[in-house]
């Protein structure tokens, strides 16, 4: 039963029945999250970042199933080195790096990051849960650029997925 007891009225009472299912959710999430958690931000309202409080930080955060990633990061978050603590507590996808157009000289070096961790995460079985970001909430007249981007980058690496806030249009489909 649950009393309810409000200051200056009548308690009540009411009875409760719960059902509890036999079972542990698992620790790997289903639901894919994407945010733009930048570490110094988060270091700073954490109390700094050495490794205990970064590893502590992603473990709250997969406990909350929220990827510890982010969306604008400009190299590979969460690290190589933090990766596998990441994946054994749920982690299911990550952000490589955000990207806007670049020169052939940047789209080089972009290349080199994604296929260090493309090699890395393919050998762990991991791969399917990085993907790429960029052109955040880009106006029409952008719009070629990021087809030019996006288009380097499925013809670089085919099964990496792009993403973008953009209105799905015509224009891009």
């Not at 990766?83 to 080199?112: S, W």
């Not at 952008?142 to 249009?169: A, H, Q, S």
């Amino acid at each position: 039963a649950v009393t309810i007891k409000p200051e200056g009225a009548d308690e009540t009472t009411m009875p409760l029945e719960v059902n509890v299912w036999n079972f542990d959710l698992p620790v790997k999430h289903t639901f894919k999250t994407a945010f733009a958690l930048f570490p110094h931000e988060i270091g700073a309202w954490w109390g700094g970042d050495s490794d205990e409080k970064r590893l502590a930080r992603y473990k709250f955060l997969l406990e909350h199933r929220i990827s510890p990633t982010n969306i604008y990061t400009p190299s590979p978050l969460p690290t190589m080195g933090d990766i596998p603590f990441c994946v054994e507590n749920g982690m299911n996808q990550m952000c490589l790096v955000y990207t806007h157009n670049k020169d052939a000289k940047n789209r080089e070096k972009l290349a080199e990051t994604v296929r260090e961790y493309e090699t890395y995460l393919k050998e762990h079985g991991w791969w399917d849960m990085a993907y790429l970001y960029g052109f955040d909430e880009i106006p029409p007249e952008k719009y070629p650029e990021l087809v030019d981007m996006y288009g380097w980058v499925k013809n670089t690496f085919p099964d990496l997925p792009r993403m973008c806030t953009v209105i799905p249009n015509k224009d891009l489909k």
